[in-house]
């Protein structure tokens, strides 16, 4: 069966042919949050079909929005619901206000501790002080969506028993295929961050799109699709 196990379906992208996109993809897909009234959409979508999965999140930019207050709210509410995963959380070095960040992403994983659940985790530019401030709160459960840290990190996070990602641009994108070559084949799952990170320059991305990240990561391992496909669902079930 195919995972996707980091995507947006939620988004506006997606709104008129939504039952023809899960309908070219026939396995789960997680779809995650980013914000109070995605976080809602996200449940709503995943109540009306099967193949959805709900992760539940306040995005790095959002958290520098809302008030701790707010933020304290939705925490509650997320914990309260209890989702398949926390996502998408994480840090964010575009943006300021570190500080702020990082108090909330510790909640995240105490949160991601506490439930048993894992972290579907952002690292844009931050790379060094998501593993550092995982590494302190002991995170459990981690998967490094779309990872671009160096392998220096890439070992480091592995070591921890973290898991990593693999989007699409796998196919063009020298660091993916050097990131699954140094990978354990147990420690690697497929996703799309649908609509994002299409291969294709101007499309849209969507969950079919893993196969293409499935035959990559064959290719680049040496393995069968078929025994890749079967590795990267038994690492869901595993975590998940």
Known sequence: MLVDVHAH??????????????ERFDGIVISNGTH???NRKVIALAKKYDK???ALGVYPSHVLEMTDKEIERELKFIEDYKPIALG??????????????????????????????PLIVHTRKAEKEVIDVLEEC???????HCFNGNM???????????YFSVPVIITYLEHFKELVKNVSITRLLTETDAPYLSN????????????ITLKEIAKVKGL?????????????????
Request: no cysteine; charged share 35%; aromatic share 12%.
């Open 36 to 38: 109070v009234e995605d």
């Open 88 to 117: 998408e959380v994480g840090l964010d070095g575009t943006y300021e206000n570190m500080e702020k960040q990082i108090k909330w992403f510790k909640e995240f994983i105490r949160m991601s501790n506490f439930l048993n659940i």
């Open 9 to 22: 379906l939620s988004y506006e992208k997606f709104d008129e042919d939504i039952e023809n996109v899960l």
């Open 200 to 211: 294709m320059k101007g499309e849209r991305n969507e969950p079919k799109n893993v196969m």
């Open 138 to 144: 002991r995170a459990r459960k981690v998967v490094l």
């Open 52 to 54: 959805i999965r709900v």
């Open 152 to 162: 220096k990190l890439v070992q480091r996070a592995e070591k921890l028993g973290y």
């Open 224 to 240: 069968d699709e078929k025994e890749v496909e079967n590795s990267v669902y038994m690492n869901y079930q595993k975590l998940f």
